[in-house]
């Protein structure tokens, strides 16, 4: 499955002027949200907006990714929102309050049973499960490896995560994340790369400070971050550049990739005094991709 996403957009899926909005922000992926963006007596309204909005995306050409985040298991509502949704067939689903590769597995196979109801092909609908909304989701962070083929990244937050532990305020007073919010954020990253697939960087809730945002991005994509969430239409621009591969780190991506391909049975080349191995050939393959697609 594709993962050459660097922005997510989340947007109340009983909003159609902010769904339209954020249609034209740039953004990689619109995510329609159905949990908590959405108030308990407006979730059928916006059941019925998601699948009306995905129906009409798919005359477009240039329309973006559409992801669905839905209401979790423990919600009651999970099925609902799948059994509404899947007609039109969202290119991935993401799963607030996961506890474990085991709902990831769970959910695989509500999709497969939807995906033949509406005979389409098995697997066209990934998953993207918020592994640290919940204190007790941490300790099933290594379970996420070859749980699911579906399984096409792991995303955090802080927010749900602040309240299920009775944190006032997951940062510091400089902006960066307070000891055990860094320790969440961090293993989503360890859990990600264990697992083979990118890990998301969590919101930037003020959408005002420009620089603020740039700094996090930049700090997030340096530590190994693919992509990173989105609260508002300004911050797409930024988000989208910090990820967009350029200068030096696609110059030496393309000097990898030439030095591998003159030599195509080494397992490790040397460049300018630096040792380089195939996991970071087809890591400099990806990101020269990347650019290309940008």
């Not at 532990?165 to 264990?194: H, I, K, V, Y």
């Not at 400070?209 to 997030?220: Q, V």
Request: net charge negative; hydrophobic share 45%; aromatic share 8%.
């Amino acid at each position: 499955m594709d993962t050459d996403f660097r922005s997510l957009l989340f947007v109340p899926a009983d909003s159609p002027t902010r769904l339209a909005q954020a249609a034209q922000s740039g953004a990689d992926v619109v995510v329609l949200d159905l949990e908590d963006m959405v108030a308990f007596e407006h979730k059928a309204d916006a059941r019925a907006a998601a699948l009306a909005f995905l129906r009409d995306s798919q005359t477009r050409d240039e329309a973006p990714a559409l992801f669905v985040r839905v209401n979790g298991f423990s919600s009651g509502f999970l099925e609902q929102d799948l059994a509404s949704i899947m007609p039109c067939l969202p290119r991935a689903i993401i799963l607030p309050k996961a506890q474990s590769g085991a709902d990831v597995r769970r959910l695989a196979h509500l999709l497969t049973e939807l995906e033949t109801t509406y005979d389409s092909a098995e697997g066209t609908t990934g998953i993207v499960p918020l592994v640290t909304d919940r204190a007790a989701s941490l300790f099933g962070l290594a379970t996420y490896a070859s749980c699911s083929s579906r399984l096409l990244a792991l995303a955090w937050g802080a927010e749900d995560l602040a309240s299920d532990m009775g944190a006032d305020d997951p940062r510091e007073d400089n902006g960066d994340w307070s000891a055990p919010f860094a320790l969440a954020r961090n293993l989503t990253l360890f859990a990600a790369a264990a697992a083979g697939i990118p890990a998301i960087d969590t919101v930037f809730r003020d959408f005002g400070d420009r620089t603020g945002l740039r700094h996090e991005a930049m700090r997030a994509e340096s530590d190994g971050f693919g992509a990173k969430m989105a609260l508002h239409p300004d911050q797409i621009a930024i988000i989208n550049h910090v990820f967009t591969p350029h200068g030096e780190a696609l110059d030496r991506a393309h000097v990898i990739i030439a030095a591998f391909e003159a030599q195509p049975q080494a397992t490790h080349i040397s460049i300018e005094g630096h040792v380089f191995d195939r996991a970071q050939w087809m890591r400099a393959k990806r990101l020269v991709a990347r650019a290309q697609r940008a």
